[in-house]
């Protein structure tokens, strides 16, 4: 067991929102436990959304979160987080990230739900992979972090009503017990729960399980945004088409070649995600959904090598084919109730990016305040933890909270499986009540269906429609 005279920071997770929490503790030490494998942050083709351009500002970009969130925001941390959006790329730069340029300076982009161009990116349609490498590279250099991969959490030490700690399992089996003054859950979200989604595998709502275990309260759980444009492909995971081409020019055009956003919304294409995904998903029972990219200037390839790589790998050659999409799960608003700094109800228990709530994203969240969200709130809370570090009671004896066993693979198919016909884009009370009863059943086997359960059960508690919550017989 490991006992150090000043308990560590022990960061769960190495996507974004950890490596900026590790980052911004310095001088106090932290150990990152990576499970390895491709997180949501490095998938991210979108960029980060900040209020840079001459005839932007701060103002017009909450005014955009709010109107995305369905006005369920939390307004004051929109207006904290949004504020310290031009600092974050800026600390981003001075980290490494190489964000695209033009003859104007940082090169901005639109994204849906955007009134302007503020949207930078790295490497075209590669942002989130880009900054992940900066942010390791400068990790690797950084003398107070230790970085542990292949370690995944198996609970949570307590002690009384305090964690204390976590157990890990190695890459080789062996469990170790980590003591710890902190421990901050940067797990992701949960999209993998559902068959159809952008998200790796592993983003299957693990740090969320461990939250629930250990008596976190939860919130807005209900919302799971769907992505409108994720590659129509064969799966379990679907490869995203970003918002940036439809940014560029490309439109969606319905199984005729109609333009499926016309007179839908006044933004057309670049309506927020809620409302272009049921839009994807309604003209998707009649026939196939398509972007078509093949107006847009010649060597737009270029600005977007991810979007034209995976469709030439599955056969598309955007340039003169439309891309077949639908709507898929992507991120999700709800989690793990926390204020600014990451802070839960269960004492030295913190929680960063998407397995976070704290009520920036509403009941939907704007394209790319995503990332921003995880550099912006993993520097507060690196910041909290390096100047008012917790510490660790030894009154109490220890205890564990585990996480459990997980399902197995037909299981897990199965609640993958009800938890996209029931909670997603479009829900019903009966199909809602129906796959409570089925997952209620599973519960007790793995974690990932409790997991699915509360997100069901939150769903049919709010019996209006709100934001990427869409209840048809509301």
Do not use: Y
């Not at 995305?68 to 310290?84: C, E, P, Q």
């Not at 090169?107 to 900066?134: F, K, N, P, W």
């Not at 509403?362 to 993993?378: F, I, K, M, Q």
């Amino acid at each position: 067991m490991r006992r150090p005279a000043t308990p560590p920071v022990v960061v769960v997770g190495a996507g974004v929102a950890g490596l900026s929490v590790a980052l911004s503790a310095a001088p106090r030490e932290v150990i990152l436990l990576d499970p390895g494998g491709i997180g949501s942050s490095r998938l991210a083709q979108g960029g980060i959304a900040a209020a840079l351009a001459a005839g932007d500002s701060v103002r017009a970009h909450v005014a955009d979160t709010l109107q995305a969130g369905a006005f369920h925001n939390d307004a004051a941390i929109a207006w904290s987080v949004i504020g310290a959006a031009p600092d974050a790329v800026a600390w981003l730069q001075v980290m490494g990230v190489g964000f695209d340029r033009d003859g104007q300076g940082l090169q901005l982009g639109r994204e849906g739900g955007h009134g302007v161009h503020r949207i930078v990116h790295a490497g075209g349609d590669r942002t989130g992979e880009c900054v992940v490498a900066a942010l390791q590279a400068r990790l690797a250099r950084a003398a107070h972090v230790h970085r542990r991969t292949g370690a995944s959490v198996q609970s949570l030490l307590m002690r009384g009503r305090n964690v204390a700690g976590v157990e890990v399992r190695g890459d080789d089996g062996r469990i170790e017990v980590i003591e710890a003054g902190a421990v901050v859950l940067a797990t992701g979200g949960l999209g993998a729960l559902f068959e159809r989604s952008t998200n790796a595998e592993t983003t299957s709502g693990s740090g969320l399980a461990l939250a629930m275990a250990a008596g976190a309260h939860t919130r807005d759980l209900e919302f799971v945004q769907f992505h409108p444009t994720a590659l129509d492909a064969d799966g379990p995971r679907l490869p995203l088409i970003t918002e940036a081409l439809r940014g560029a020019g490309a439109r969606l055009r319905d199984h005729r070649g109609r333009r499926l956003m016309r007179g839908r919304h006044p933004l057309g294409d670049l309506a927020p995600r809620d409302v272009v995904s049921r839009r994807v998903w309604e003209a998707g029972r009649d026939g196939p959904v398509w972007i078509d990219a093949t107006g847009l200037t010649p060597g737009w390839e270029r600005a977007f090598p991810t979007v034209a790589g995976t469709c030439r790998a599955h056969g598309v050659d955007p340039r003169t084919q439309p891309i077949p999409v639908t709507a898929a799960a992507h991120f999700h608003m709800g989690g793990i109730a926390t204020d600014a700094l990451g802070r839960t109800s269960v004492p030295n228990l913190f929680a960063v990016g998407e397995v976070a709530c704290n009520g920036l994203h509403g009941a939907n969240r704007l394209a790319s305040n995503s990332l921003l969200e995880g550099v912006v709130c993993g520097r507060w809370l690196g910041a909290h933890l390096r100047l008012a570090p917790a510490r660790v009671s030894h009154e109490d004896a220890f205890r564990t909270v585990a996480l459990g066993e997980g399902l197995g693979a037909s299981a897990l198919a199965t609640v993958r499986r009800t938890l996209w016909h029931a909670a997603g884009p479009v829900r019903t009370k009966l199909a809602l009540a129906s796959a409570i009863r089925e997952i209620r059943a599973m519960a007790a086997s793995g974690w990932q269906a409790r997991v699915a359960q509360a997100v069901l059960e939150a769903a049919l508690q709010r019996p209006a429609s709100l934001g990427a919550h869409w209840r048809v017989d509301a």
